[in-house]
């Protein structure tokens, strides 16, 4: 996972300034008035004497911050079962979901959503958008009971990797729609493991940053999965033309 290196940008000036150690900033910083940035500065300079030990502090924070948003919720389906629990993950997440017969139950601006879905327990979901979600390997454990699900849209997802895609195969006799446009982290390895799911119609794998080869990998996955079609990269995309053809592409036409 890469470091935060955002949350730097605020330091790099005065560091390159010729602060020595982070102490220094507090007076940099925070002016004599802004008594709650002081504080915060003052609190860092406490605990951290390099911008090293700060990057670190900086990522276990976040890292910690994402593995809390993708804890299960027990209790609920211990309750109501794992149809409604599964949904109500996804619901705090802030993606959406449909019930079998249903329409799409979806969080507000602010987050909120309606518990009537509660009521739901016998009725399977059918669909989850999940669409720039922090959902990562551990919080696959709240979809996989989801024997049902036909449709799943995992568009922009930042945390969901090849190690996610290697889990899906529980999924393998219901799933039929799958989106992994924008994740930055699926690779060619992962889409290898999509092997499983047999009963797939629809893939998305447009936009792929970790892919190194879009249009070879289509074809590898279309041979893979026969019945299935595959969407976002054209065939041609990433293959090196013969020298000839690169040769009549660049020539320009000499006028008269």
Known sequence: MAAP??????????????????????????PEGNQKGR???QF?????????????????????KVNQKNR????????????VAGAYFILKQGGAVRFQ???????????????????????PVEAVDASGCAINYQGLDSLLPLKELQSLW????????DWCLSRLH?????????????????SERGLACLHHLWNLRRLDISDLPAVS???????????????????????AQGLKLAPEAQSQDTASPVPA
């Open 5 to 30: 290196r955002a949350s730097l940008h605020l330091l790099a000036p005065v560091w390159k300034g010729g602060t020595r150690g982070i102490r220094g900033l507090s007076r940099v910083l925070a």
């Open 39 to 41: 504080s915060l500065l």
């Open 44 to 64: 860092l300079a406490d605990r951290f004497y390099d911008v090293e030990a700060l990057r670190d502090y900086l990522l276990r924070k976040q890292v910690l």
């Open 72 to 83: 299960p919720f027990n209790y609920i389906e211990q309750r109501y079962g794992p149809y």
């Open 101 to 123: 017969g249903k329409e799409w139950i979806r969080p507000n601006q602010r987050g909120h959503f309606s518990l009537d879905f509660l009521k739901l327990q016998a009725v």
């Open 154 to 161: 995992l568009q922009r997802c930042p945390h969901v990797d």
């Open 170 to 186: 529980p999924l393998a006799s219901s799933l039929q729609e799958l989106s992994l446009a924008g994740c930055p982290r699926v």
């Open 213 to 235: 080869n879009p249009g070879l990998t289509r074809i590898l996955v279309e041979e893979m999965l026969p019945s299935c079609e595959v969407l976002g990269a054209d065939w």
